[in-house]
């Protein structure tokens, strides 16, 4: 990703946030341009338990006001993204003014692309405009809706990141994002060639099981899981989900990865069970459906570098490890990214790309009709 010797840093150094569907909270990098990209600081804050189970409930629909109730998380959202960007400022030493911009997700509430009208929607609660008056900073915002408008599925954005980062020409890599979600980035060896795509869940039902069961928002480690066992009619069902079979583009949420989806699957396959071996199973059906993934599409890459949060529960890289003989699976670590850094690198690399009014997305990984510069400004 490094520039030509020419070519003038322009936006030098940029924000990334990024707050996901596993709803665990904020990550924050500012990232340093000039040569590659360079994370210089990363912070991150937890959502309290008032606004995670607010954007929790929005993810579902027929709650009671529900704009009222979304303008007010979309604020409080702002709010936590601001205490990140004064954490990352304080931390560097840099002034607001030497900022470029701020890329800041938003909280994916509804993912529908392509589908009621024709062309469907995403929805990031986010206050884009607060953000910017809290910080002094340019904001960056609305990042996913252009590429559904070109007909795109507006996800996964990060595979073109991705590919500046952990591209090698003469090699196949791959990149798996365990994030709420699992997204698949396939860097092919001709250093050009990128495939992306949502394979399947990454922490969202596992760690809702958790939460529910034990009281933890996550499986530390998958340890809890380790103490189960599989349940086969159960796995056997979850995998037969049609959404693991359609091939890309494609990209899902927790519009379909929900609770009651488990729960519909759980009365059919499973009543009764014990929730360590649900979890066991949950864990097991999430290294299933990336290995699979990566069977599928990979493209013989022998280099699989895992990243999201996903990627600290060793139950679930040991399993996806074990279903991929013959390819190395490391953290992005390995590389010179630490994990929970990646995707808010991403982000912030996305609005970057705005501010030089050049693309963010890939046609080919969200099936657009073609590049498109994404997202909104907000001028500090």
Same mark, same amino acid.
């Given at each position: 990703?490094?520039?030509?010797?020419?070519?003038?840093?322009?936006?030098?150094?940029?924000?990334?946030?990024?707050?996901?569907?596993?709803?665990?909270?904020?990550?924050?990098?500012?990232?340093?341009?000039?040569?590659?990209?360079?994370?210089?600081?990363?912070?991150?804050?937890?959502?309290?338990?008032?606004?995670?189970?607010?954007?929790?409930?929005?993810?579902?629909?027929?709650?009671?006001?529900?704009?009222?109730?979304?303008?007010?998380?979309?604020?409080?959202?702002?709010?936590?993204?601001?205490?990140?960007?004064?954490?990352?400022?304080?931390?560097?030493?840099?002034?607001?003014?030497?900022?470029?911009?701020?890329?800041?997700?938003?909280?994916?509430?509804?993912?529908?692309?392509?589908?009621?009208?024709?062309?469907?929607?995403?929805?990031?609660?986010?206050?884009?405009?607060?953000?910017?008056?809290?910080?002094?900073?340019?904001?960056?915002?609305?990042?996913?809706?252009?590429?559904?408008?070109?007909?795109?599925?507006?996800?996964?954005?990060?595979?073109?990141?991705?590919?500046?980062?952990?591209?090698?020409?003469?090699?196949?890599?791959?990149?798996?994002?365990?994030?709420?979600?699992?997204?698949?980035?396939?860097?092919?060896?001709?250093?050009?060639?990128?495939?992306?795509?949502?394979?399947?869940?990454?922490?969202?039902?596992?760690?809702?099981?958790?939460?529910?069961?034990?009281?933890?928002?996550?499986?530390?480690?998958?340890?809890?899981?380790?103490?189960?066992?599989?349940?086969?009619?159960?796995?056997?069902?979850?995998?037969?989900?049609?959404?693991?079979?359609?091939?890309?583009?494609?990209?899902?949420?927790?519009?379909?990865?929900?609770?009651? #989806? &488990? %729960?519909?699957?759980?009365?059919?396959?499973? !009543? *009764?069970?014990? +929730? @360590?071996?649900?979890? $066991?199973?949950?864990?097991?059906?999430?290294?299933?459906?990336?290995?699979?993934?990566?069977?599928?599409?990979?493209?013989?890459?022998?280099?699989?570098?895992?990243?999201?949060?996903?990627?600290?529960?060793?139950?679930?890289?040991?399993?996806?490890?074990?279903?991929?003989?013959?390819?190395?699976?490391?953290?992005?670590?390995?590389?010179?990214?630490?994990?929970?850094?990646?995707?808010?690198?991403?982000?912030? #690399? &996305? %609005?970057?790309?705005?501010?030089?009014?050049? !693309? *963010?997305?890939? +046609? @080919?990984?969200?099936? $657009?009709?073609?590049?498109?510069?994404?997202?909104?400004?907000?001028?500090?």
């Amino acid at each position: 990703m490094t520039l030509p010797a020419h070519t003038p840093i322009a936006h030098r150094y940029c924000i990334g946030l990024m707050s996901g569907t596993s709803l665990d909270g904020v990550d924050g990098v500012l990232v340093d341009f000039a040569e590659g990209t360079q994370v210089l600081q990363h912070a991150s804050c937890g959502f309290d338990a008032a606004l995670r189970s607010e954007l929790l409930a929005l993810n579902r629909t027929g709650g009671h006001d529900e704009l009222h109730r979304a303008a007010l998380a979309a604020n409080a959202l702002a709010r936590s993204y601001a205490g990140v960007v004064r954490e990352l400022l304080q931390a560097s030493g840099l002034p607001p003014g030497q900022i470029a911009a701020i890329g800041a997700h938003g909280q994916t509430v509804r993912h529908r692309p392509h589908m009621f009208d024709g062309t469907g929607y995403t929805l990031q609660l986010n206050s884009p405009a607060l953000l910017a008056e809290l910080c002094g900073i340019t904001v960056v915002a609305d990042l996913r809706s252009r590429d559904v408008a070109a007909g795109g599925q507006g996800a996964p954005l990060v595979p073109a990141f991705h590919q500046g980062v952990f591209g090698h020409p003469g090699k196949t890599v791959l990149v798996l994002n365990l994030g709420g979600i699992a997204n698949l980035s396939v860097l092919d060896a001709d250093g050009a060639t990128v495939l992306g795509f949502d394979c399947g869940p990454g922490n969202a039902l596992m760690d809702g099981w958790c939460q529910r069961h034990t009281g933890q928002p996550y499986d530390d480690g998958g340890r809890w899981a380790a103490t189960g066992s599989v349940l086969p009619p159960l796995l056997d069902r979850l995998l037969a989900e049609p959404f693991l079979g359609e091939p890309p583009p494609k990209s899902t949420g927790r519009d379909l990865f929900h609770a009651d #989806w &488990l %729960a519909s699957h759980l009365a059919a396959a499973a !009543p *009764g069970a014990s +929730p @360590a071996d649900v979890q $066991a199973t949950l864990t097991e059906f999430t290294a299933r459906a990336c290995a699979d993934a990566v069977q599928r599409f990979g493209r013989g890459g022998g280099e699989l570098l895992v990243c999201g949060g996903g990627a600290f529960n060793t139950q679930l890289m040991q399993r996806i490890a074990a279903l991929l003989p013959g390819v190395a699976v490391d953290t992005t670590a390995a590389r010179g990214l630490p994990p929970q850094q990646v995707e808010a690198a991403a982000f912030a #690399w &996305l %609005a970057r790309q705005a501010l030089l009014g050049l !693309p *963010g997305n890939l +046609p @080919a990984v969200t099936g $657009a009709h073609g590049p498109r510069i994404l997202g909104a400004i907000y001028p500090a």
